[in-house]
Every structure is written in C-alpha cells, then in structure tokens.
C-alpha cells in the first residue's frame, strides 16, 4: 500500500554534516505530519523531528539548533539535515507518515530505517 525509503545514512565523523531523505510510494492521498525518529543500542525510540503538512517544525532538544526538518510535498519527502553531529548522534533513524491511502483511510506507517554512525 504504502512504502516509506530512507536515504542518506553512513559513518560521519564529529562535527560533521548529514541530510537523511524519505520518500513515500503507493496509492497516497495525502499525507499529514511527518517525522523522524531515531533508536540507539539498548534505548528506546525517540522522536528526533517531525513537521506538519503544511511546514510547522518540533524539535527534540537534543537536536534543536542544529537540525532542520523539511518536506517536498509534491514528492511525497521529507528531509532531516543535522549538524555538528556528537557521538550520541549514533542510532538507526527512522522516518513516519500519517498517510491517507485509497478506500483505507489514514494510518501511520514507518521507513525500514538508515543507520547514521558518528566516530573519528
């Protein structure tokens, strides 16, 4: 019905840059908010972004002041450019969307996840 692909992870070193990508497929209607989460070893999944259909950004305070959340409407995106990446950065980031599908009506779905590495 839905597939959400994420993009952009790999191994950056402290103090570096990355923009991580996910695009939604299948039989979308719309999609309202979209958001990014990310999981690191041994802890539980936290909410790192997320934004709303029409632009409103949340932060985590972890991330916020180094981080921007954005989305391509017309390409069923969003984007999560971080910066002055630190070790803690480290985990398995995962994009959602509220979508609305053809006669199913609105759900939640996830990407498979990228894994972002911050070390020297």
């Known amino acids: 019905q839905v597939q959400l692909v994420e993009s952009g992870g790999g191994l950056v070193q402290p103090g570096g840059s990355l923009r991580l990508s996910c695009a939604a497929s299948?039989?979308?209607?719309?999609?309202?908010?979209m958001g990014w989460y990310r999981q690191a070893p041994g802890k539980e999944r936290e909410l790192v972004a997320s934004?709303?259909?029409?632009?409103?950004?949340i932060y985590a305070n972890s991330v916020k002041g180094r981080s921007t959340i954005s989305r391509d409407n017309a390409k069923n995106t969003v984007y999560l450019e971080m910066n002055s990446l630190k070790a803690e950065d480290t985990a398995v980031y995962y994009c959602?969307?509220?979508?609305?599908?053809?006669?199913?009506?609105?759900?939640?779905?996830w990407g498979q996840g990228t894994q972002v590495t911050v070390s020297s």
């Open positions: 299948g039989s979308i209607v719309s999609i309202n908010a």
């Open positions: 959602n969307a509220h979508v609305s599908v053809r006669a199913l009506g609105s759900s939640l779905y």
């Open positions: 934004i709303t259909s029409d632009g409103w950004p």
